[in-house]
């Protein structure tokens, strides 16, 4: 056998051996978070087949934002690069990218792209090997993104799947407290409405029980119907200024103050579950200033601010409080911080005993 041969058959048994490896990453990669998946494409990259630099790039078909990671050479140049390459496939040269590479200067590179018109992302990869990429390089660079792109979109699923069910959750809750507890409460209300007609002189013999256990079965019904509202908030095709001055509207149905919404900016659309997460936490303030704070003045702003970002700010007028001092049942307050944290918005309370309360929340966090 020709020593041709020979190395055609070694490099033909390494291929083979990385392409099995290969394999393997659809398995390791289940149930990975996103960036996750990214990552560890990025270090397969690198780790198996011996490259200087590694950047991945897996984008979602759903128009949320892509995944960006680099290893090896920290090539702060390539991102602009591609961007201003849109749609480039194939071998590159490192010194025509950036001048000043130092190693690297001697070294070629590859971008592969997932998908047609790299809607899926792309993989690249750069070292200073003589012919590198080879067509089986080339090869396994592919099957290497396809497997990440694969368990990119999975992970992207699993997440619907759970959204899908928690809203499901949600709303099956949501009809349980109405059709149970809400409405139980609203008859009671009506029988005591009804018993009080009915008794005349007699009810005011036990007036003082009888209208105590009406005022607890009236506030019980608001804050079930509240909680009904949280847990299906409303959609509706105005957006969140349309869906705070609603949540507005039902407070003053019971609030005795004056209360006051402010829009301000260009409306723009924002994802479901961001929106659902600063309604609730409008909501949630709504509620303790009108029921808690003893005030007569209630200010609501909504701004559009650049960038997509949204700032929200419920404040009052009213007695404020120690937010150091411990107090039991602040659970409402812990919730807000709880859905800011979710949607990765910054959450702020201002108050102190005497002087109001304001809480701003503002989306993105930066």
Not at 188 to 203: C, D, F, N, T
Not at 240 to 254: H, M
Not at 333 to 343: S, T
């Amino acid at each position: 056998m020709s020593t041709e041969s020979n190395t055609d058959s070694v490099t033909l048994r390494g291929a083979l051996r990385e392409l099995v490896a290969l394999s393997t990453i659809p398995a390791a990669w289940v149930g990975r978070e996103p960036p996750t998946i990214a990552a560890g494409l990025a270090d397969v990259l690198v780790g198996s087949l011996q490259l200087d630099f590694a950047f991945v790039r897996l984008c979602d078909p759903k128009g949320g934002n892509a995944i960006e990671v680099m290893r090896g050479y920290t090539w702060k140049e390539f991102p602009e690069w591609l961007q201003n390459h849109p749609g480039f496939a194939g071998r590159f040269s490192c010194k025509a990218i950036s001048p000043d590479l130092g190693a690297l200067e001697a070294c070629t590179g590859v971008v592969i792209p997932i998908g047609v018109n790299a809607e899926g992302g792309l993989v690249a990869g750069a070292c200073n090997r003589t012919a590198f990429p080879s067509e089986i390089e080339q090869l396994l660079f592919s099957v290497a993104a396809n497997h990440a792109a694969a368990a990119f979109q999975n992970a992207r699923l699993a997440e619907w799947v759970k959204t899908a069910a928690v809203a499901e959750e949600r709303n099956r809750l949501a009809r349980d407290i109405h059709d149970t507890l809400a409405q139980a409460l609203a008859l009671i209300v009506m029988q005591l409405q009804h018993a009080e007609s009915k008794l005349g002189p007699a009810w005011a013999s036990a007036r003082e029980p009888l209208e105590t256990v009406r005022q607890l079965a009236v506030e019980g019904l608001v804050q079930a119907r509240r909680s009904v509202g949280m847990l299906r908030p409303p959609t509706t095709p105005h957006g969140l200024s349309r869906a705070v001055q609603e949540a507005a509207d039902l407070v003053r149905r019971y609030y005795g103050g004056c209360l006051d919404v402010r829009v301000t900016g260009v409306p723009h659309a924002l994802e479901r579950s961001v929106e659902e997460e600063l309604l609730a936490i409008v909501r949630e303030a709504l509620t303790n200033a009108a029921t808690h704070s003893r005030g007569m003045r209630i200010e609501v702003e909504l701004a559009y601010l650049d960038r997509g970002s949204v700032r929200l700010a419920v404040s009052d007028d009213g007695q404020g409080f120690d937010p150091d001092q411990p107090r039991d049942g602040r659970y409402g307050l812990v919730g807000m911080y709880e859905r800011a944290n979710r949607i990765g918005a910054a959450l702020t309370l201002v108050t102190e005993p005497g002087a109001g309360t304001e809480i701003v929340v503002v989306w993105p966090n930066e």
